[in-house]
């Protein structure tokens, strides 16, 4: 069951500051970027955090622009079968759905947690021809401490909806207000309340 956090505030850490993503402590892990549906350019705060942390890495797609979702998974896959360290999954919209399909197929196995970012609704009625085949969402539990940010008024995904994914995927839910769909539309720059609600997931609900 997840639990749903309006966000009006950065939530609190128990033991000081939370690391930076620069921070030492980040090399127990393997950071992976998996991107959305036409990748995510320098304003997006994934490439940005990248510039942040050079040695967190990228999930990369032959083709960004006509999505398929057994290669999607299968680059998934390869990317978290390489890690020789636990990886800590940061996703964006298809790329969350992404997961979802690869936890189903795989069962998980690697990844120690992930933050799943706007996740894109692929069965709602006006989406993209292109992203149809990654209908239907799968709804198993995933198997590692998750988190799902949605903003309130995101044109890919309903706050209900992504409320929905949460509690299937046994995340819990941040709602995000007016952050449309937390991309770089949305003008995040390096998105630190983001940074911060990593570092909570990954420090406090893994150990707790």
């Known amino acids: 069951m997840s639990a749903a956090l309006a966000l009006t505030s950065a939530p609190s850490i128990r033991h000081g500051s939370p690391p930076d993503l620069r921070d030492a402590r980040w090399r127990r892990f393997r950071l992976l970027m998996v991107p959305g549906w036409h990748g995510s350019g320098e304003q997006h705060w994934q490439t940005r955090w990248q510039s942040l942390q050079p040695a967190i890495a990228r999930v990369e797609q032959d083709d960004w622009e006509r999505p398929d979702p057994g290669s999607w ?22 790329g969350c759905i992404t997961v979802a ?47 799902v940010v949605a903003s309130d008024d995101d044109p890919c995904c309903t706050l209900t909806r992504a ?13 995000i207000p007016s952050g449309g769909h937390l991309n770089a539309r949305s003008q995040l720059g390096d998105w630190p309340t983001g940074q911060l609600l990593l570092h909570d997931l990954v420090w406090r609900r893994r150990a707790g």
């Not at 409320?163 to 709602?175: C, K, Q, Y």
């Open 101 to 147: 399909h690869w936890v189903r197929e795989t069962g998980g196995r690697g990844v120690a947690a992930a933050l799943l970012v706007a996740p894109a609704d692929v069965e709602r009625t006006l989406v993209a021809p292109e992203l149809r085949g990654f209908a239907p969402v799968p709804e198993e539990q995933l198997p590692f401490a998750t988190r």
């Open 163 to 175: 409320g929905h994914f949460a509690s299937t995927w046994g995340a819990d839910l941040v709602a």
């Open 73 to 94: 998974v299968a680059r998934l896959d390869a990317e978290v079968r390489a890690s020789a360290q636990p990886v800590v999954l940061i996703a964006h919209s298809l």
